[in-house]
Structure formats: structure tokens, C-alpha cells
């Protein structure tokens, strides 16, 4: 190796490239542009794979959308949910008033029949949010002698305007049409709900609550939720107090306020 000279060898590239080369450079480019073609087209297909993998997962979730809360779980659970999930309801008395089909006697229970508080329907009284209660009905004309005693959880409040809470009540109806089931030893399970404003039912409110009936499979509470906010369960059977018990767990201690007669 001459003095001078350096190692390793430099190639200088700069020297113009011969036929072979050029053709070799032709052939690179080519195969370079149809590599990147063809991971532009593998990008584009995953992306759309992706996409509709997503969409499809957003539709199921959305149709098999799980919903925690039964009302043929036992009384009191949706309740307590309600105020576990919302702890600010807790200890919110919301004032309900309960409807028979004409005249009749209301009956409110707090521990025991001893503390039987009886009025005249329409009744109202003060219930705790996340808490249920039994009460009576009795003295109805249509139907003399009989005595139903239903059960009323309350799920949620209502938000009226300050120092207006008693005039804005959860109706409580029970109708001559559910008592005449009930007397065939049937059950009648209703849920009262909150209307969304931009989705009630175009009709005009009567007397009467609207009431819409659906088949015994569907969910009365998922239902109530997909149409507003569900405020209240009833619950009306042929079940009647053991009388000869002294502890009966029939009744509620649920904490209540009656206002005077």
C-alpha cells in the first residue's frame, strides 16, 4: 500500500453510473413504489377492518346493554341501590299521594298495625328516598270488604320549586282494573316514572295517569329508564298480614310522615 493512501478504500459515487446500474436503479425504484402501494392498500384495509370491528362492538354493547336492576328482585333492593349510587338522596322525605278508583280509606303502617295511621283518599304522606312501605286499602264501594295491601318503594325525588315540595307529590294509582286482577289472586307490578320532555307520549294528561301495559318478560325498570327516570315501585298482591305473629315483618319501619287529617 503506497504512503499516503487511505484505509479502508472511500468509494466515491460520484462517478456516473453504467447501463447496469442504471437499469439496477430503474428496478429499485420500481419495486420501492409498488412496496409502498401495497402498505398504503394493507393500511387502508386494516383501518376499514378496525372501523367496522369498532362499530360492530359499539352495536353490541349498545343492543345487549346490561341493566342492573329487576322489579321482580326482592322489595327494597332497587332502593337501596338508588341511594348507594346517589348518596345526596339519602334522608329526602318525597311526598307521594295515593289514588283509588273512587272513595276509600288509606291506611299507613310504621313498624306495626298499633301505629296504623288511617286517612281518606287521596292520601298523602312523606316517604325516604331508598326506603319501601306497606300500606292498606279498604272502604272502596266497588269492591266491599276487601282489603289489599300493597307496598310502595320509592326510588328517587323530585325537584320542585322551593317551598312547593307538597304540591308536587308521586301519584300513587290504583285502579279498579288492577284491584279486579289482584282479587283473582293475581300480582300487579307498576312502575312510576319521570317523563323525558323531548320523548313523552304526544297525549293529552287526563284525570288519570297514563299507563302503558307490557308483557310479563319485559323489565319494568329498564323500561321505565329508557322513557325518563323511574321515581317509584307498587307492588299489589293477596299477600295479608299474619295475625297471629308479634313480630310481623309485613309491616314497615320505614320512617314516615303523615300530615293531619
Known amino acids: 500500500m503506497k504512503r499516503g493512501s487511505r484505509w479502508p478504500p472511500v468509494i466515491n459515487f460520484r462517478k456516473p453510473l453504467t447501463s447496469t446500474g442504471k437499469r439496477l436503479s430503474s428496478q429499485l425504484n420500481h419495486c420501492d413504489k409498488k412496496l409502498t402501494n401495497m402498505i398504503e392498500r394493507i393500511s387502508r384495509l ?17 343492543q345487549d346493554r346490561h341493566f342492573p336492576l329487576n322489579h321482580r328482585q326482592p322489595t327494597g333492593m332497587a332502593g337501596r341501590w338508588s341511594v348507594l349510587t346517589h348518596p ?8 307521594i299521594e295515593v289514588h283509588l278508583p273512587s272513595a276509600g280509606n288509606v291506611t299507613f303502617y ?20 331508598g326506603h319501601s312501605y306497606r300500606i292498606r286499602i279498604s272502604g272502596m264501594p266497588e269492591f266491599p270488604g276487601a282489603e289489599l295491601y300493597p307496598t310502595v318503594e320509592i326510588l328517587d325525588q323530585l325537584h320542585p ?3 312547593k315540595t307538597q304540591n308536587f307529590p308521586i301519584p300513587i294509582e290504583i285502579t279498579a282494573a ?26 293529552e294528561q287526563g284525570r288519570r ?12 325498570l329498564e323500561a321505565a329508564d329508557e322513557r325518563g ?18 313480630i310481623d315483618a309485613f309491616y314497615s319501619n320505614s320512617p314516615l310522615v303523615v300530615p293531619p287529617q
Not at 378496525?50 to 352495536?59: A, V
Not at 310504621?110 to 328516598?129: D, E, I, L, R, Y
Open 161 to 163: 320549586p322551593a317551598g
Open 46 to 62: 386494516y383501518l376499514a377492518i378496525l372501523l367496522s370491528t369498532l362499530l360492530f362492538t359499539t352495536l353490541a354493547t349498545a
Open 209 to 220: 295517569i297514563h299507563t302503558e301495559n307490557l308483557p310479563v318478560t319485559e323489565n319494568l
Open 110 to 129: 310504621q313498624g306495626n298495625p298499633k301505629n296504623a295511621v288511617q286517612t281518606t283518599a287521596p292520601s298523602q304522606a312523606g316517604m325516604m328516598v
Open 178 to 203: 288492577e284491584i279486579k286482577i289482584v282479587m283473582q289472586d293475581r300480582m300487579v307490578t307498576k312502575v312510576v316514572y319521570l317523563e323525558q320532555p323531548d320523548i313523552a307520549a304526544p297525549i
Open 88 to 95: 345526596q338522596k339519602y334522608g329526602y322525605i318525597q311526598p
Open 229 to 246: 327516570r323511574p321515581m317509584a315501585i307498587i307492588r299489589v298482591g293477596g299477600r295479608i298480614p299474619d295475625s297471629t305473629s308479634p
